[in-house]
């Protein structure tokens, strides 16, 4: 069974930092990009970041290029996520899923449950 599973989403103060991760089982972890996206409430889904099979490439949207750092440890079958400077446009609920590929459509089947990120003022 494919499971992704999010975890290190709260509360935090703007300027904070996190940690998400991502915690991958049942299927061939390395063979696989992964991507984290997010969703606001009443807004759509967007993509966050992404990293390659490898770790070699990573992706960034330009409103957390900067901020955020992507990460794998495919030992571990794991991708962090490390948020700093947060503000209250980050609050969402945020997913990794994978592909075969950063840039193309994530696998309908390989989406975690979400973690949620709220960051106050």
């Known amino acids: 069974e494919v499971r992704l599973v999010e975890s290190g989403g709260g509360l935090v103060q703007a300027g904070g930092s996190l940690r998400l991760s991502c915690a991958a089982s049942?299927?061939?972890?390395?063979?696989?990009?992964i991507g984290w996206l997010r969703q606001a409430p009443g807004k759509e889904r967007e993509g966050v970041s992404c990293i390659s099979r490898s770790g070699g490439s990573t992706y960034y949207a330009d409103s957390v290029k900067g901020r955020f750092t992507i990460s794998r440890d495919n030992a571990k079958k794991t991708v962090y996520l490390k948020m700093n400077r947060l503000n209250r446009e980050d609050t969402a609920v945020y997913y990794c899923?994978?592909?075969?590929?950063?840039?193309?459509?994530?696998?309908?089947?390989?989406w975690g449950q979400g973690t949620k990120v709220t960051v106050s003022s």
């Open positions: 899923a994978a592909t075969p590929v950063c840039d193309t459509d994530y696998l309908d089947d390989y």
């Open positions: 049942g299927f061939t972890f390395d063979a696989y990009a």
